[in-house]
Structures are given as C-alpha cells and as structure tokens.
C-alpha cells in the first residue's frame, strides 16, 4: 500500500501577516473623543469621554481624568471638578470617563478646567502606542445664578467652623433675609431688584466653631453677571471689632461683613469692618 503525505502551501499564512494580541511589539494605539470637545460650559453639566484602542490587549488599562496645568489657581478637584477613573478590560477595545463640573450655586469668578485623559502609571502608559498627554480639554466653568436680584455665598474654613448663618439687614438694623441650611457654602438670593433703593447690610451668625478664628471668602452675582468676592478671618475672640445685630429668626446676635448699596437692580458692596 502506497501511503502519501500532501503538502498545502501556506504562503497566505505568513506569520509576519498575523498581529499578535498582548505582545509589547504590537501595541494599540488609543484615541479620544469628548462629547463636549471644548470652550464655555455651565455648571452643573457633566462631559463623556469615550476612549477607543485600535486593537485588543491582552492586559487591562486604567485610565484617569486629570486637572491639567494652566487651570484656574482656585478651582477645587471634588468640588469645582470631579475627575473620573475607568478601565478597558484586557481582549476588549473601549470605555467611557467622565468629569463633572458640580453646580454648588456658590458665585465665583468664571474658572478655566484644563483635561486630560491619561494612564493611571506608568505601567498602564505601557501599554499603549501613543502617548494621550498632549490633548487638552480647555473649559471655562459658567456660575448658574439667578438674575433676579443679588446671590450671596459664604464659604468657610470647615476645618475651623462646622456651621455659620448668613443674615441680611436694612439699614435700620431690621431683618430682611437669611440663609441657615448648615450647608457648606451657604448661598442664596438675599436681595431682589423688586426690594426698596437702600443701604442693606450682610452679617453672619458664627453658629459652630472648632476654633475661635476662622477664614471666610464671600462670593456675590449682580444681575448683570458681575461676579466680586471678598475673604477675611473672623476672630470670635474680638467681636467688639464688629457691629452687631439680633437675628429673631435665628435668636442669635450677628456680625456685620458686607455693605451693599441698592439702586434698582446696581448693587454697590463693600468689606466691612
């Protein structure tokens, strides 16, 4: 019996013709898209960034969302930003990261976020073709606030106070409004165009300290999108510095901090004392 062995030509099968997955030879380049690419954004608002390889790996890669140089000095990561963290399984080519810009209601200045979307490390960086350091995601963060008369935010040193009241006055020393929600900041339009021309005045209520002195910042939103802040540190220890009121809501005495002068819907403020 004749027994014979057929050979097949396999030259279609090369194996410089078949990419390997995993090896750090055949690496997967990754790209980024943003949903929001760039420019003005409110707060409040939330962008997706999906991240796509061009192949699969045979390792898992984390990625992370970083608050990049040439940001605003005062924006808070968990605060002004909330920075994402995701992973793209090992053998799978996508996944999504996203930021978030909270919308606190506090006034400010509007801040610049600058975005990247990175490798957690090194060994994650390792693991792609390119490098995804060199786009940039440039946000301005927009306040929401009302226009329908002065907001006023306080915020403060939690490390020092736990609680602080906000109280606004007429110039006889009269209630007018408050805020004391023992959020942190305290925000809220405590005067409106529709209320009498006229001196107001903006006190706190030091509800809850841990220390005696505190450090404060206000921010304040005028109808016509004017934005102005203050900062100071109250001392508890020196009230006679301060002219005080009695709050009958609060059943507190209160300090003066802010002076503002009414005219329709132009609001002129001053530090105090």
């Known amino acids: ?16 013709d078949v990419e390997p997955i995993g090896t750090t030879e ?4 990754a790209t980024v898209t943003a949903d929001v690419s760039e420019g003005q954004i409110e707060q409040g608002s939330m962008v997706t960034y999906a991240i796509q390889l061009d192949k699969p790996f045979a390792y898992p890669t984390q ?12 924006i808070r990561v968990g605060q002004d930003v909330v920075l994402g963290t995701t992973k793209i399984a090992a ?31 090194a060994t994650n960086a390792a693991n792609l073709e390119n490098d995804l350091s060199t786009k940039v995601y440039t946000y301005e963060l927009l306040n929401v606030n009302s226009n329908e008369g002065l907001t006023v935010g306080m915020n403060w040193n939690q490390d020092q106070a736990t609680d602080i009241d906000v109280v606004a006055y007429d110039s006889e020393g009269s209630e007018h409004s408050f805020v004391a929600t ?15 021309d006229g ?14 002195q505190f450090e404060f910042n ?16 109250f001392d508890n220890e020196n009230l006679e510095q301060y ?31």
């Not at 055949?26 to 380049?29: D, G, I, K, S, T």
């Not at 305290?186 to 165009?193: F, Y």
């Not at 809501?249 to 005219?263: C, F, G």
């Open 182 to 196: 023992g959020d942190v900041p305290e925000v809220e339009v405590l005067i409106l165009n529709t209320d009498a």
């Open 1 to 16: 019996m004749f027994v014979g062995v057929l050979l097949l030509s396999c030259d279609a099968r090369k194996d410089e």
């Open 63 to 74: 990625f992370k969302a970083t608050l990049a140089e040439g940001s605003s000095e005062g």
């Open 243 to 273: 002219t005080a009121d009695v709050s009958p809501s609060l059943e507190t005495d209160t300090y003066r901090l802010l002076k503002i002068v009414k005219t329709g819907s132009d609001y002129t403020i001053s530090q105090l004392p």
């Open 91 to 121: 053998y799978t080519t996508s996944t999504e990261i996203t930021v978030s810009f909270p919308d606190d209601g506090f006034p400010q200045e509007t801040l610049t976020a600058k975005i990247i979307i990175e490798p957690t490390n």
């Open 26 to 29: 055949f690496l997967p380049e």
């Open 199 to 212: 001196t107001y005045y903006v006190g706190i209520d030091p509800y809850e300290l841990i220390e005696e």
């Open 218 to 233: 206000f921010g304040l939103h005028k109808p016509n999108g004017e934005t102005v802040s203050f900062e100071g540190v």
